[in-house]
Structures are given as C-alpha cells and as structure tokens.
Nanobody, 121 residues
Framework: VQLQASGGGLVQAGGSLRLSCAAS????????MGWFRQGPGKERDFVAR???????SYANSVKDRFTISRDNTNNTVYLQMNSLKPEDTALYYC????????????????WGQGTQVTVSS
C-alpha cells in the first residue's frame, strides 16, 4: 500500500488542522491505520491509530485534542487536530498495519513523505 499524507501547515497555538491520508494501490479497509509524528531531532512517535472496525486509540499527549477517523468509501484516513500546541510541531506520517493492537513503527508499512505541521506560540 502507498500512502500520502496532506493537510499540514502553519497555525497559531490553539488552532486546528485536519490531516488526510490517501491510499493508492490497495484499499485501506483491510488495514488498521496509524498516524505518527517526528519532531526536530526526535524519534518518530505514535500519535493515534484506528482499527479496521473504527476503534480508535491515542497517545496520552494528544488524547482529547486529536481525533482519528476513516472513510473506507474514499480510501482515506483523517486526523483532526484541535487545541494545537507548539510541541505538536512535527512532520506527520500515516501508515498501515495488519498487526492487532500495535503502536510499533516496525509493524507499519506504506510510509509516505509526511506533511509538516508547525504551531507557533
């Protein structure tokens, strides 16, 4: 599966963005999907995941602010980000997995180039 994230940009603290992840090559409905992010000089970290059945889970740092969702009809996954903070600044990636419950980047595939999110204070 090939994935492409989009929707990033520059936003002030407290603002919102919605990221999209579009797939080509395969349908997303057969995968659990995840969002990860990599800040400057940091490792790539888990942000959120959604199962094939649309059950969502989140990193503690984004819980209650971010919402992951999927539209299998349009082969797209979304990440709605509200109440953004400067520490949310990162390159955001989406990826796919068939491994149940995993948040480990090694279990995910289809990494694209990511989309940059910059939050100013």
């Amino acid at each position: 599966v090939q994935l492409q994230a989009s929707g990033g940009g520059l936003v002030q603290a407290g603002g919102s963005l919605r990221l999209s992840c579009a797939a080509s090559g395969r349908t997303l409905s057969s995968y659990h999907m995840g969002w990860f992010r990599q800040g400057p000089g940091k490792e790539r970290d888990f942000v959120a995941r959604i199962t094939r059945g649309s059950s969502a889970s989140y990193a503690n740092s984004v819980k209650d602010r971010f919402t992951i969702s999927r539209d299998n009809t349009n082969n797209t996954v979304y990440l709605q980000m509200n109440s953004l903070k400067p520490e949310d600044t990162a390159l955001y990636y989406c990826a796919a997995t068939r491994v149940d419950y995993s948040r480990n980047i090694r279990d995910f595939t289809g990494w694209g180039q990511g989309t940059q999110v910059t939050v100013s204070s």
